[in-house]
């Protein structure tokens, strides 16, 4: 395969971690094969992430935002960006990880040539010690935690990070859409997964692309001996946008079916490991409000003060006021 042939862009989004970001930039600058155009989305504008950017040496986009959009924002508003640019593929980076050695997205192209994949994700591993996997990954009833645990595959079918590291078509953006800017943080990616499998896009996990990032499995707390695990963000805000999010993943078409398992390992957990009901009755009501589509408001407008108005009139009078 000629992996010079069709555009990539790289996607990153940023929030103040500059240093982070210029290790990001530096891998991406480094790659055998080198993308044609960088995105960069800085949710939280400061005056050194420009220049970071622009020394990839890469054609640059930088698109600061004076409004947080998250990370499932950020990433919607780089992808869209990448495409209005024509890109052929678009790779997804955050800032915190990287790509491991030089090879990441040659070896990410030529897997989804090879294996006729419409996305396709680098292997993640702690960006500590990288014989082991940033994240637990799940192979049928089994959870994986090292990289020697996954045999002697190249791919792993169906399954994929899609936020670090990333390859995806246009094609497969095209058809299953951007992250879903409400989900803000945590269980964005789950959903694009949800989406990818009833799309009936082919995708999976190229083993020997790696990439770097820091490792997630302190957020898991394992049941039963480790055989069944639940996400529990040790951050009470991330936790709260997890159960939340969760509610909202657990009654969409696809995903139905995980809502009463969920229910049972979280009640598991905190009912009969931890002996904290509260912290049941809290879950409880995050999911309920995440199927309700009830979300936080985020990004809250000062309240708007009488004298604001263009005219120097008051509300009262503004409302009461009639044409002609």
């Not at 960006?81 to 890109?87: P, Q, V, Y």
């Not at 192209?109 to 994240?135: G, K, M, N, T, Y």
């Not at 790696?210 to 001996?225: E, F, K």
């Not at 005219?311 to 006021?321: C, I, K, N, R």
Request: charged share 25%; net charge neutral.
């Amino acid at each position: 395969m000629d992996i010079s042939q069709g555009s990539v862009a790289c996607v990153v989004v940023t929030r103040d971690r500059t240093e982070q970001l210029r290790r990001a930039v530096t891998a991406i600058r480094d790659q055998s094969r080198r993308p044609d155009h960088l995105v960069v989305v800085d949710n939280g504008p400061e005056a050194d992430v420009e220049a970071i950017a622009g020394s990839s040496g890469v054609p640059m986009t930088y698109l600061p935002s004076s409004t947080n959009l998250g990370g499932a924002g950020g990433f919607a508003l780089g992808i869209l960006t990448a495409r209005a640019h024509g890109a052929d593929w678009v790779w997804l980076a955050d800032d915190d990880g990287r790509p491991a050695d030089r090879w990441t997205l040659a070896r990410l192209l030529v897997c989804a040539h090879e294996h006729r994949l419409d996305a396709v994700s680098p292997l993640v591993v702690d960006i500590d010690d990288p014989e082991q996997l940033a994240f637990p990954l799940r192979r049928g009833l089994r959870w994986v935690r090292r990289r020697d645990e996954l045999g002697p595959e190249v791919l792993v079918d169906g399954v994929a990070n899609l936020f670090n590291g990333a390859l995806f078509s246009a094609a497969a953006l095209d058809a299953v859409g951007v992250p879903d800017p409400r989900l803000f943080v945590r269980g964005d990616e789950v959903e694009v997964h949800r989406r990818l499998r009833r799309s009936g896009l082919r995708f999976g996990t190229c083993a020997p692309a790696l990439y770097l990032h820091p490792q997630g499995r302190d957020d898991w707390a394992p049941l039963l001996g480790g055989r069944v695990m639940v996400l529990s963000p040790r951050d009470a805000e991330k936790r709260e946008r997890t159960y939340r999010n969760l509610g909202y993943l657990t009654a969409q078409p696809g995903l139905r079916w995980r809502r009463w398992p969920d229910a049972s390992r979280y009640a598991w957990y905190y009912l009969a490991q931890q002996r904290d009901p509260e912290g049941f009755r809290h879950w409880l009501q995050c999911t309920r409000e995440g199927r309700g589509e009830r979300f936080p408001v985020v990004n809250a407008p000062a309240p708007l003060h009488p004298a604001d108005t263009a005219s120097g009139a008051t509300v009262h009078e503004l409302m009461s006021s009639r044409a002609g």
